[in-house]
């Protein structure tokens, strides 16, 4: 008296199984990104601890407009992930101020960290949103 699966519900039960690894396939390759720049490189720290280090040591060299010229160049950068690119784009300003041991964050900072924490392939996306901001990045243009 064995059963068999067949029309519908054998489509309907393939279609979950799909689903259900696509699904745990995007959630692990997200997660074995975060595991990977968690683990520390060879002086000891990861890239997120360094990212963190940099934001804390160069809190006090921001000033309003700098932050709100942050918080316009993330705009674009949807809600679930505009954090981490914050975190990321603002570790990156620090320590281009921190090595040119800058009194304060400058625009200059600001678009270099920018371009160097975005991704080569959101570049475009990234110039894009200069033009909107009418900040030149021509200046810039051997860091893309």
Avoid: C
């Avoid at 059963?3 to 979950?16: A, D, K, M, P, Q």
């Avoid at 060879?42 to 890239?47: A, F, N, P, R």
């Avoid at 280090?53 to 505009?82: A, G, I």
Wanted: proline residues 3%.
């Amino acid at each position: 008296m064995g059963t068999t699966l067949s029309g519908w519900f054998l489509i309907f039960i393939l279609f979950w199984i799909v689903v259900l690894v696509s699904s745990f396939a995007i959630g692990g390759f997200f997660m074995f990104r975060k595991f990977l720049k968690r683990m520390p490189k060879q002086d000891g720290k990861s890239d997120l601890d360094w990212e963190e280090y940099y934001v804390s040591q160069t809190k006090q060299l921001w000033k309003q407009d700098k932050k709100e010229l942050l918080e316009e160049l993330v705009s674009p950068v949807p809600d679930l992930f505009r954090d981490v690119a914050r975190q990321k784009i603002a570790g990156k300003i620090g320590q281009i101020a921190i090595n040119e041991q800058a009194d304060a964050i400058s625009m200059d900072h600001v678009i270099r960290g920018y371009i160097e924490a975005t991704p080569k392939r959101d570049h475009k996306f990234l110039k894009k949103k200069l033009q909107e901001l009418n900040i030149d990045f021509h200046p810039y243009k051997h860091l893309f």
